[in-house]
Every structure is written in structure tokens, then in C-alpha cells.
């Protein structure tokens, strides 16, 4: 998945079975916690909204234009759970009210016993860019990643974009993800990738 647009020590509560997981990425001194957690049903409404921005709309690939694709879109994320190779969380700013509002998307996904390598996708809202909300995102779920699934032979984590989006490039060596290679264009991505590549701390 080409990208689109953390902090250290991201709380871990919960695991892939049983009750639901969640993650905080720490506040900064500019902006607030963020939590990430799987999607519901009630993020409909948000995802709809988020998906109106076009520059979002560019790096994606599956459109989001009404509450029907919104439905879809959480129920497949929901799939993705219960198989236990795609684990999708919306990242949220907890509100003042006890709501929250949708911050961003992150994801692992191709995650299969035995496979040491798997993938992380992201994007962010176009209200919340430029707040620190997709290194948080991206270092936290990489690091829950590393520490879920060392058991089934995780090691490596690859974060792709297409070579015209720099912001996804400062994202990823912000939380630690090398640049490795130049990839081919691939449907239904137009354009040359970036592939970045972080490994998993080796046991102490």
C-alpha cells in the first residue's frame, strides 16, 4: 500500500483476542493524546466526512463517498480482525465531552505465521496534518505490532509510498523506517513507490 498523510513508549491495553486493543500515543508539548482503536459502526459519519478531502482521496485507493462505502469500509476492517492478518485502528483525539474525533487511519496488514515481514499504511485527516498525528500513529502501531506478533516470526515492517508524496518520507524516517528501494508502479498506484523498511529491536 503506497502511504498517505510516534512517539515513543505507546500504552499497549488489550491484545488481538478477547477484549478489544487499545493504543495511546503519548501527548506532545503541541498537541494532545491520541487513542487508536478499532473501528465502529458510529465512525460511519466521520469517515464520510474525512474522505470528502481530495488530497486524501489521491493516495487512497478505495473511494469513501456515502454511509453505505463507510459501512463497508468498517465491516471489512472488522474482517480483517477476525482473520488475524489486517488490524485496523482509527486513531482518535479524545474530546473534552467524552467523545473523540477521527483524527487518522493506521493499519498492519499481511501479517502471516511464519512470514517476517508484513505492511503498515496509514492516512491522516486534513484537519489534523501537520499535528505530529502520523508519527504517533505509525511508531505506536509498529511497536505493537513487533511486540504481538515476535511469536509467529515478525521481524521486519514496510511502509510504502508513491516517490510524489515527501510528506509520507518525513513520516516514516521520523518513526524509524529506513528508505531501502525505488519499486515499480503497480495498479492501482500510477506512479513509482518508496519502499522504507524498520526492523524489529533485536531481544535483549
Known amino acids: 500500500m503506497w502511504g498517505g498523510s510516534g512517539a515513543r513508549g505507546a500504552a499497549v491495553i488489550g491484545h488481538t483476542t478477547g477484549m478489544p486493543v487499545l493504543l495511546r500515543a ?9 487513542l487508536l482503536r478499532p473501528w465502529r ?3 460511519a459519519d466521520a469517515l464520510v466526512e474525512v474522505y470528502r478531502d481530495p488530497v486524501l ?22 474482517q ?8 485496523s485502528f482509527a486513531v482518535v483525539q479524545p474530546q473534552p465531552d467524552g467523545g473523540d474525533r477521527l483524527a487518522a487511519h493506521v493499519l498492519v496488514k499481511e501479517v502471516l505465521p511464519g512470514r517476517a515481514c508484513a505492511e503498515v499504511g496509514y492516512w491522516t485527516a486534513a484537519w489534523a496534518r501537520g499535528r505530529g498525528v502520523a508519527p504517533r500513529a505509525v511508531d505506536a502501531v509498529t511497536r505493537w505490532a513487533f511486540g504481538r506478533f515476535a511469536a509467529v516470526g515478525l521481524t521486519r515492517l514496510e511502509l510504502l509510498h508513491q516517490v510524489d508524496n515527501p510528506a509520507s518520507c518525513r513520516v516514516a524516517e521520523k518513526c524509524g523506517y529506513l528508505l531501502q528501494e525505488v ?14 523498511v524498520r526492523w524489529a529491536a533485536p531481544a535483549s
Open 80 to 87: 480483517g480482525w477476525a482473520t488475524h492478518r489486517r488490524f
Open 41 to 43: 459502526d458510529a465512525d
Open 57 to 78: 482521496r489521491r493516495w487512497t485507493s478505495r473511494p469513501v463517498t456515502d454511509a453505505r462505502d463507510a459501512r463497508r469500509w468498517v465491516f471489512r476492517s472488522r
Open 26 to 34: 503519548p501527548a506532545t508539548p503541541h498537541a494532545p493524546e491520541l
Open 183 to 196: 519499486v515499480a508502479a503497480r495498479p492501482p498506484f500510477p506512479r513509482d513507490g518508496h519502499r522504507h
